[in-house]
Each structure stands twice: as C-alpha cells, then as structure tokens.
C-alpha cells in the first residue's frame, strides 16, 4: 500500500518538475563562435539576387545537395559548412533561368583549415595587390639591410 | 663587413624586384595549352556524354516578348570540336581568367543536332559520346559553325518554325552562318551533370536559350532579358507573302542598324551550361 501511494506521489512530482518550464515560459539560450560563409549574389547589372534559389554542395558528395535555402532580399545567403569536410564546397544560386556556381576552397594548413574566399580562389591577385606584395618584401628585405648597417652605439 | 652584408642581402631583393616589375608577369601570362591525359587501359574510365538542349521552347514553342507565338519545325545547330574539361580552379567564364584544364576530351566528329526535337525520355537531343577519364567535368566548350553537310548545310544554326499573332501567320528560315566557339563553366540547372564515375555514365549539357533572342512574355517587358532580346517584331515586318527566309547576309542589309548589333550580340549569348553563362572567344 506504501510503495502504491508513493508511486502515485512519485508520478505527479515527475509530472510536476516537467511541466514547469511550459508554465514558466522558459528559455535557454546558448551560443557559439563558428566559422560561416557569406555569399553575395547579383546579376551583372549590379541588382541583388533577391530570394534566389541556393544549394550548396559538400566536397564529400558533390551530387547530393548538402543544404537547400533562398537569399535575402539583398541576396546575400551566409551558411556554415562543416569543417570536418576539407576540399572544395560549391554553392549554385539560381533564379529565373539564370545562376553560377561557386567553388570555395577549404583547405587543411599546419594553422588549422583555412577558408579560401570565392574572388581569390578563381583569380590572381590584381596589379594592385601584386605591387602590394613586391612593396612588402622590397621593404622587408631594405629594413633587414638597414638593420645590419646600423652603427654600432659607443 | 657591413657593406658586404648589405651587398648580399640587396642581391634577391632586386632580384625579386625585377621579377614583380616584368611587363609580362606569369599571373598574366598567356594560356598555356591544356595538358590532355592520355588515356589508357589502366585508366579509370567511363562513358560522358554530351547532349543538345534547347529547353521548352524550342521544343513547345513560346510567346515572343511583342506577342509573337512562336513554334518550331525544326532548329537546327551544328556542332563542332566539343570539348569538356575538369578545370582547377574551376572555370568562370564571366571573368577574363583562362581555362586552365587538367583533363579534357573532345568529341572526334562534327554533328548537326535538332534541338526541336522532343525526346520524350531526355527532352535533349545527344550530340555524342566518349570514353572519358573518371572526375569532375566542370566546363564545357564548342563551336558552332557552318555545316558541310545534311539538312544545315552552308550554316551554323537554321530556325524554321511559324510565328502567329492575332489572325497574321508568317512562316520563318531564319539561317545564321556565323561561327561562334563557346566557353562555358560548370552545369547549373536542378541536377549536377558532369560528375564521372568510373565504370559509369554521366553527361553535360550544351544548351541553347532561345528567349534571349526573342524575348518571353512571361517576363515582364521591363525584365532585363526581354529589354535586351530582338523579339520577332523586326523579323515580321521583312516577311513578304507570309513568309521571312534570311540568312546574316540578308538581315544585315534588311534589319536597322541597331537590329542587326543586337541579333549579333545575342548569338553570342545563345548558348549556356543549363542555366550557367559562357563566353564567346575567337574560333
């Protein structure tokens, strides 16, 4: 008879102490710091592709859509890839007939995986940033020279 | 001592230097020939095909931008030195970067396909097949140019079909002698094409958009592709008896200057990856 009554009593607490969060509204919020993908799609006249149609691809199966979505207004779309999966991700916008893929690289370095964007993954540096780069080494390479020809202090 | 330090160290980076300042830097450089991989009976192998597609339009017919039904008896392209390519970084053919190929096969014949021509398994139209490399083929190139032979002799493209508005009926031969060759990038369309499995089949399409020439009354007038195509239009109003036959020749002595630029800008965007762009290059 005991053990019957606790039994009972046993339920309705269970039942109780899980119902008080629906009574209670409650919320859990947590967050989390990850590496995301931004993309921005437009038609060469400059307007954004706006609720495109986006699927992107992981390297792993790149015939079955890892993930399906739409752009924004402003057509831009952000995903998070999973990094357990190095090599190239594709991620094909399309919208009225139109649309293109994009590769973007993601490599394994001795740093970590590196994420290359798409502009530098299908191009080489411009003028710009080629001259950049000489400018640095030039001048890193004058200020070592500097460094050594430097009088001794007294 | 230090002078000798400074001497060394000063050697590379002008050495460098001269390198970042040469006019032709290797970024820039020309294309250097696609390497082709030979292939072989120890190669993993598969079947690629290539195949024609001129969508719903060419097949159902459509209505032109200025109210024009269009249908179609036949459409006609003739098709030459097919080529796809597993390119690394992939090919985007709306930027001026090359084609770099690390593999690449070419159809060994010339076909004239019929793009209006319902397949009812495929709703495509093959122009040929090959026994190919296993890989990822993410671009696709041909030219289109005039046939030797058949029913486009004498053209790279023919349209014949009929245009009907209100109770005016106008039969069209539309014959386009122009040679275009087409580089296009990865197939962008619902299913990914061009991934060879070997031992397996797989396909990539060569696909013609027939409303950027004649616009689509489905978009809107003020859709950039409609403010862009010819529509049927100026076509109709050279028709003579019911009938326009016309060949580029023709239409460039018969169309408005303005015409006759956008019919030649429009060819060059014809031809498409599914839904993916290509550009045009000298044949």
Redesign the interface.
Known sequence: MRSYWSAIFGGLGIIGLQSVPVWGHGVVITHEVQRAIAIQAR???GEPMAAAQVTV?APDD??TPWLTDTTTADGEFLFTPDLGQPG?W?V?V?Q??????L?IPITETAAGLEITSGEA?????NPLQ??L??GS??WG??G??LF??RKPKA | MTKRLLFLILIPVLAAFGQGCDTAPEAEAPVTPPEVTEQTTTEATGTLQIRANGEERARDGFTSKDGWELSFDHIYVNLAQVTAYQTDPPFNPERDDPLQAEVEVTLPVTTTVDIAETDPEYETVLVGEITAPAGQYNALSWVMQPATTGPAEGYALVLLGTATQNRESIDFALQIEETLAYQCGDFVGDERKGILVAGETADLEATFHLDHLFGDSRSAPDDSLNQGALGFEPLAALAENGRVEASMADLQTQLSGDDYDILRGILAELGHAGEGHCRVTDA
């Open positions: 038609y060469d006249t691809y790149p015939t190239t594709e094909q399309r009225a007939g139109h649309g293109q893929i590769a993954a299908q191009g080489a540096p080629r001259g780069m000489i080494v030039v390479c004058v070592t020279a050594f020809s």
